[in-house]
């Protein structure tokens, strides 16, 4: 293992945003959200504690803008405990060597992700092909090369535990990348989702802009195991959370999470799984 980190060799920035881009939501009063363009990062922490978690980094070239909401919600010298990511998809770890350089604080990852981020393995290529809208036929200008974190990153513990954040467990929610995980905390019913479901339509460039609410499936052009991802929302729908915080659209709470959370795991091969893609291969029958 080495101290080296570097990005990918296609890293780059990606110009689409959404209207929220920029503005924090608090959503408990230790979790917080930031969307970053088109993507959520997580605090979780409150702001006059000593200890916070960050959850995924962003998009490409988005450390600066990290680093200055962390100073407004935390103050100043506030680094975190560690980072933990969802997965290493490129919107999820777009700043991460910035942001370990400057706070020089461990990654954490399922053990599934780890070739992803130590320069190991390429994520399969976007599919442009899938059945959606606009952001799949862009998904081709991506980025899925892998980055290098080095010896900066590490296995999650096996028991399900979360570093510095006792009372949350982690959960393995694959289909959207081999080692996806998610986060829960039973204790109030918050969950922290990355992109095992997503609480706007991602294929929809549109819906992406205006952050139009509603609970969707893993982004299409991106997953890659259909039958596990829809094991993954039924996992996550028999939590019953309270409130859920996705990678991607506007946090989710109360009746209409759900609801809507009911419907995706009940009727996935219908709502959520394409029609025709590179992935699909038949997967969209009723199991």
Known sequence: MTDYME????HRFIPVTSLTSGVGQAV???IYCFPIQVVNVVFVGKPKEDNWMLI???????????????VRRFGEDRSP?????????????GAIVDLVEHWDVPVYAHQSELPFLTGEKSYPEPDPTVEGG???KMSPYFPNEPIN???HVQALPSDGSVPHLGEWKWIHTPGHSPGHVSFFREQDGSLIVGDAFVTVKQESLFKVMV????????????????????DSVRKLEALKPNVAVA???????????????QQLAEHFDQLAIPDYGRYVDGQNQEH
């Open 7 to 10: 990005y990918s060799d296609d």
């Open 28 to 30: 408990t009063p230790d």
């Open 56 to 70: 995924d980094a962003g998009m490409p070239r988005s450390a600066d803008d990290i680093i200055s909401e962390v």
């Open 81 to 93: 405990e560690g980072i933990i990511l969802t997965h290493g998809h490129f919107d999820h770890v």
């Open 134 to 136: 606009m952001v799949a």
């Open 149 to 151: 974190l080095g010896d």
């Open 211 to 230: 952050q139009d609410q509603e609970i969707s499936g893993p982004p299409r052009y991106l997953t890659t195991d259909w039958q596990a991802a829809r």
């Open 247 to 261: 990678g991607h659209g506007i946090p989710m709470s109360g009746e209409e999470l759900s609801t809507q959370l």
